[in-house]
Nanobody
Framework: QVQLVESGGGLVQPGGSLRLSCAAS????????MAWHRQVPGKEREMVAA???????MYLDAVKGRFIISRDNARNTVSLQMNSLNPGDTAVYFC?????????????????????WGQGTQVTVSS
């Protein structure tokens, strides 16, 4: 069973920093793109930062220069270093990964690829 488990959310004062981490586990043969998204009540989920399997990165304009996405391919993890946080960054942050899977079911090897999400972690920026 595939799981994406996030950690590192919490309450921080404006100007502070937080680091989010996400670990993917399960019958994973390769991890393709990975990303962080965020959502506030009443608004659509938006992509904050993404990183390809080759390390190419992209960022939401609002976080450029403040957030840094990174990944550890050996550990199937992705992290988001968030600096100079402001109240506008308050949201639930979700980890997302494009995973290729390989399983043996009843002696038959099966491969698949899909988009997976973590359960979300709350980030609150407030004084």
């Amino acid at each position: 069973q595939v799981q994406l488990v996030e950690s590192g959310g919490g309450l921080v004062q404006p100007g502070g920093s937080l680091r989010l981490s996400c670990a993917a586990s399960g019958p994973i043969s390769s991890v393709n793109g990975m990303a962080w998204h965020r959502q506030v009540p009443g608004k659509e989920r938006e992509m904050v930062a993404a990183i390809t399997s080759h390390g190419a990165m992209m960022y939401l304009d609002a976080v450029k220069g403040r957030f840094i996405i990174s990944r550890d391919n050996a550990r199937n993890t992705v992290s988001l270093q968030m600096n100079s946080l402001n109240p506008g960054d308050t949201a639930v942050y979700f980890c997302n990964a494009d995973l290729s899977l390989e399983e043996v079911v009843n002696g038959v090897r099966r491969t698949s690829r899909g988009d997976y999400w973590g359960q979300g972690t709350q980030v609150t920026v407030s004084s």
